[in-house]
């Protein structure tokens, strides 16, 4: 009978002990599978979407010439979406290209001559040097020696001239080089280029209309979000382009998913202080799996987790 009793004693602890290790077994492989779920993510909890398009402004003032595109277009990448008329652009580029051979001309003229100060100014310094050496052995006299000197120093003023000739006319065509590089691309900005594959959302300028610079043109839907993080941390700089995306929108069972396309500058934005952009955000353009602009209210907090893990 006590035998009896001590064995099922016995079995109890035992049973006792499995289910003990099997629960810290749990335990542990749970915490190991968090650790592993969770390694590489950074977690955010106060982001904001403060877009869902991409705005496209002008990068030079005129007249609208040509819409070719209207909303709920889609374009491609490169496709035209506004020309701007180009005479204005086409005239200035054509002026500065005349001015630009008409100073190379001058340049050319300005080292001829200074390739010919130069050479004077040599010849001017053996002569004087020769008629120095022959005064010293009493062969010359004074006047003569003393008349290569002054054709020495005004040969030396001559070739200064001529020097500084060559580096205005230098610094000159600099400038004018930099019109012409300027002024095409002021001409290249007369045709105003999707950026990528989009559906075209707004259209805020028409036919005919004079538009100034920085003028916003439209908007493109892009499947992409820029999303505003209001506090840099020391984790963020192991952000990078194509790394997962995960976006919880805060009440709402919407998801999304996606990718980082790139991390965007505060000066990228002209009015920071609308959209809470402070020194310390980190902005981010994410490019998402489809187009998530119906479920996305204006300004919205989401809860998102990047995927870092290389």
Known sequence: MKRDVLTNFSIKNILLNKITLTIFSLAAITAIALFVHNYGKI?????????THENIFSKIEGNIFEIPVKEGDTVNQGDLLVKIYPAKYELRLKKFQSSKIQAEQELSDFETVLEKRSAELDIA??????NQSMFDEKIATKEDFDRSINEMQNSNFSYLGAKKDVEDAKNKLAIILSEVEQAKIDLENTKILAPEKGKI?????????NINKDRLLLSINANRLIIVIPKKQAKFVKIESNQPVTIKLKNSSAKISGKIDKVLFNDDFKDKESLAITENSTILSVKTDKDFSNEIDGFQNIKMSI????
């Not at 977690?43 to 877009?51: K, L, M, Q, R, Y």
């Not at 310094?125 to 020769?130: A, G, L, P």
């Not at 995927?307 to 290389?310: A, G």
């Open 43 to 51: 977690n955010i909890d106060d982001a904001t979407i403060i877009s």
């Open 201 to 209: 959302e707004s259209i805020f300028v028409s036919k005919s209309e």
């Open 125 to 130: 310094k053996k002569d004087c040097d020769r």
């Open 307 to 310: 995927n870092i893990r290389k």
